[in-house]
């Protein structure tokens, strides 16, 4: 397929060119934000890994400093991976990471560097002290030595300091804890913080929440209410959490629900992975960055000379439920948002859509719309069959198939002949005992003309009451990203697709109900959202 300039992203975190991938040591100093990032500095694929370095004050918009650690030390030879930052009491940060020290096989060790002068608000120096590195290292026999990676910011708990590494046993994936009393020699825990029957943990997170509703976020060193477990599995490609409890004695964590760790919940039910959290003091909040891979074919990746976005950074913090996280764009990004477009009270009968006008950038642009269905009497049982599968659901149940309450939602970065869109939208079933279940999903299977492209459906159940016929859903419409979040925040779908008419000005945005119930569009606004500093692309 032929890859338009105009495909790629306006306001998603992105270097000027090449492959990226995870977001690593997100961090907030002397009123800079710090954003390093997996990068390959020679090509648009996988490879020669370095941390590249970028800062901001906002978050939204970024300055690309120089790469801030690259292989330069016999514990990191062959490529400095993922990892995090913690704050030290006396302020300075200090930078855990993976280092890869084998050409043949990924041999994996964590290493540590601080700052070369903590003064500079930009921290564009870092020394990785020959006496300290590696921190640790796989014991033979014990560890496995290839799948030991991803050090997460460390918390302090009773006189240690504590951070921990991905790994796998067997097929038993798990998160080593190491302890330190001084952050420069660190010793294993016999047992791991906790494992699962999922495979290989990478990137793992661990982090306190406040109370349920509670929209502050914590430092990772308070005491939570609640605590969060997040790892990336390398078997599925998506990134999935838990709610539990912390025995900072014990050093162990338990899931709240007791099938928690085989019904995990995931950030996001599209393509988003290798996250990381960081609390940021400026706004007492907790903000999670993750990156998005392109569904795009590898030569059209280096046709292009870049490969990889990051989300919109987005505050998170514990539903009033206190079962789920919530997730919301940072405030920050509506500082690109032009003038609204808004529509009022227009109802929707089954089988209507209509064109939201006036935007001029109807391919970058922020829509929030609140619905209200009429009844919920035509919502369709719930087949079991499905295995509670959401995608398997919508991979059958897409936009185009009528439904009874839904399928009603966006049609974006849509042709005006709607040969090409991408659906996002809702669809409501009712389960065996006539409760509604309430089905997210992004279904790009028009989205393009273009062959080769991988575009799955995705999608997740909304654990939100509709009872009342309302529910919310934000867009972030980005060239070739659609970022959205269901029920304000409840459920998140990112997906990439690469209309080949359905760009620049020839996108549209609609509002569809292919439902038998009347629906109302009870409120939307939609924005123009202008580009930030990228940078400097
Ligand atoms: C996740 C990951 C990490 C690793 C890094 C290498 O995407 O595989 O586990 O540290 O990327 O770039």
New binding site residues.
């Given amino acids: 397929s032929i890859v338009s300039p105009l495909l790629r992203t306006g306001y998603h975190f992105q270097p000027p060119m090449n492959w990226i ?2 977001p690593n040591a997100p961090m907030y100093y002397k009123g800079w934000y710090h954003l390093f990032y ?1 990068y390959n500095p020679k090509g648009a694929v ?1 490879g020669n ?1 370095v941390w590249a370095h970028s800062v901001s004050r906002d978050l939204i918009n970024w300055i690309a400093l120089e790469p801030a650690i690259y292989p330069s030390i016999p514990s990191d030879q062959y ?1 400095c ?3 995090s930052a913690t704050l030290l009491p006396d302020g300075t940060p200090a930078i855990t ?2 280092g890869i020290t084998r050409p043949d096989v990924n041999y ?1 060790v964590q290493n540590i560097a601080f700052p070369k002068n903590a003064s500079d608000p930009l921290l564009r120096e870092w020394v990785k002290p020959p006496e300290l590195n590696p921190i640790a290292v796989p014991e033979a026999g014990v560890i496995n030595a290839t799948q030991f ?2 050090p997460t910011t460390a918390w302090f708990a009773g006189g240690h300091w504590r951070m921990l590494v ?1 790994g796998v046993r067997g097929t038993r994936g798990l998160a080593f804890v190491y302890r330190s009393r001084d952050f420069k020699r660190w010793t294993r825990a016999k047992h791991p913080l906790h494992s699962a029957m999922t495979g ?1 943990w ?2 793992p997170d661990f982090f306190p929440v406040a109370g349920a509703g509670v929209g502050n976020g914590l430092d990772t060193s308070e005491r939570g209410e609640k605590y969060v477990l997040k790892s ?1 599995l ?1 078997l599925t ?1 998506y990134d999935y959490y838990t709610v539990g409890r912390y025995d900072e004695r014990k050093d162990r964590y338990v899931p709240d629900n007791p099938a928690g760790d085989y019904r995990r919940i995931r950030y996001d039910y599209g393509n988003f ?2 996250s990381k959290t960081f609390y940021d003091p400026a706004k007492r909040r907790r903000v999670l960055l993750g ?1 998005a891979n392109e569904s795009d074919s590898v030569p059209d990746d280096k046709a292009k000379g870049w490969a990889g976005v990051h989300a919109i950074p987005r505050k998170i913090w514990l539903d009033p439920s206190g079962k789920q996280l919530l997730q919301w764009p940072i405030e920050e990004v509506e500082t690109l948002r032009g003038k609204p477009v808004t529509v009022a009270g227009k109802v929707l009968k089954p089988g209507e859509h209509f064109e939201v006008t006036g935007l001029a950038t109807a391919y970058q642009a922020d829509v929030e719309v609140s619905f209200e269905v009429s009844s919920l009497d035509k919502a369709e049982p719930f087949d079991p069959a499905y295995d509670n599968d959401a995608q398997k659901l919508c991979g059958v149940k897409g936009a185009d198939v009528k439904g009874g309450v839904g399928p009603f939602g966006l049609w974006v970065l849509a042709s005006g002949d709607l040969q090409e869109k991408t659906a996002v939208f809702f669809r409501v079933f009712k389960d065996g005992y006539g409760k509604p279940k309430v089905l997210m999903c992004t279904d790009p299977t028009k989205s393009s003309l273009s062959p080769d492209l991988y575009k799955p459906t995705f999608a997740g159940f909304v654990d939100t009451d509709i009872s009342s016929g309302k529910i919310s859903l934000r867009s972030l419409i980005d060239r070739s990203v659609v970022e959205s979040f269901g029920a304000g925040g409840k459920t998140c779908i990112l997906s990439r697709v690469y209309p080949s008419i359905a760009i620049g000005k020839d996108a549209h945005l609609y509002v569809f109900n292919n439902g038998e119930a009347d629906v109302k569009v009870s409120q939307l606004s939609a924005w123009d959202m202008k580009k930030p500093l990228m940078n400097g692309a």
Wanted: proline share 0%; aromatic share 20%; hydrophobic share 25%.
């Fill in positions: 991938n995870d997996q996988w890994i490529g991976w993922s990892g990471y993976t994996q990676r991803d991905g290989m990478e990137c990336s390398d490609r992975y290798a990156w």
